[in-house]
């Protein structure tokens, strides 16, 4: 991204236009004052383009004592219905009552330990699944993991997730994207693609249904991590958010 794309990225984000709220817009925003987001109810149903028949066990190994491979704080949430028994992103059937959890950018698979800051309560679950979509949430976690970190009874609290064995590098490879959404309408959402292919042609933009909306989401050429976070910081929409997500 620090060659010939920069440029492209550049023209992309100088000819945004907005738009009203019935129609989608993307727009440049000031940069703000602040921090990059951490390399990180509900999420979409996965679509057909990262869809995979093939239920993946694949589990990693965790070493007692070790630090964890990466640390963050921030807030989750829980998932049950409309997802119970939905295909996951990983492959696998959700079981709400397993000890699972979605995350936007960690490796699937991957093993974390979740403490609930307040209370101290703690649990390992594993990453099978993409989300939350909603704000700056950073784990969406199973039912039964939600009442065993008593995340259930308050529905969201502040946790401190580490992360102690994943079936991939944190820090290289990935298929990375970016989700826009969810839109109310389905003309909102290609509304918000047509205007994103335009803008940029080599991109790879998908329009999908999932239990919570319309969605859409941008593939970057050669799963450019930076071009993605890029564009995920700069795209805007009236509805729902922008959220830099790894598909794998």
Not at 5 to 23: I, P, V, W
Not at 70 to 80: D, E, H, I, R, V
Not at 154 to 171: M, N
Request: proline letters at 8%.
């Amino acid at each position: 991204m620090r060659f010939p794309r920069l440029s492209s990225l550049t023209l992309f984000l100088l000819t945004m236009a907005g738009c009203s709220h019935k129609e989608a817009k993307v727009s440049v925003p000031t940069p703000p004052d602040l921090p990059p987001r951490p390399a990180v109810v509900a999420m979409p149903a996965p679509s057909s383009e990262n869809r995979d028949t093939t239920v993946v066990k694949t589990t990693p190994a965790v070493v007692a004592g070790e630090k964890p491979l990466f640390t963050q704080l921030g807030l989750a949430s829980w998932y049950g219905a409309p997802y119970h028994n939905r295909r996951g992103s990983n492959g696998e059937v959700y079981d709400m009552n397993a000890m699972t959890a979605a995350h936007r950018t960690l490796p699937l698979n991957s093993l974390v330990r979740v403490t609930n800051v307040k209370t101290g309560k703690s649990a390992v679950v594993r990453i099978t699944d993409r989300g939350p979509f909603i704000g700056e949430r950073i784990l969406d976690l199973s039912l039964a993991a939600a009442k065993a970190v008593d995340v259930w009874g308050p529905g969201t609290a502040w946790v401190k997730l580490e992360v102690i064995g994943t079936p991939a590098p944190l820090d290289s490879g990935g298929k990375w994207a970016v989700q826009i959404g969810a839109f109310d309408t389905r003309e909102a959402a290609l509304q918000m693609k047509q205007s994103l292919i335009d803008r940029y042609h080599p991109t790879n933009v998908l329009e999908f249904a999932g239990p919570t909306g319309e969605w859409v989401r941008i593939r970057v050429q050669n799963d450019d991590r930076q071009l993605a976070e890029q564009i995920s910081q700069s795209v805007t929409t009236p509805e729902g958010g922008v959220f830099l997500v790894r598909l794998d």
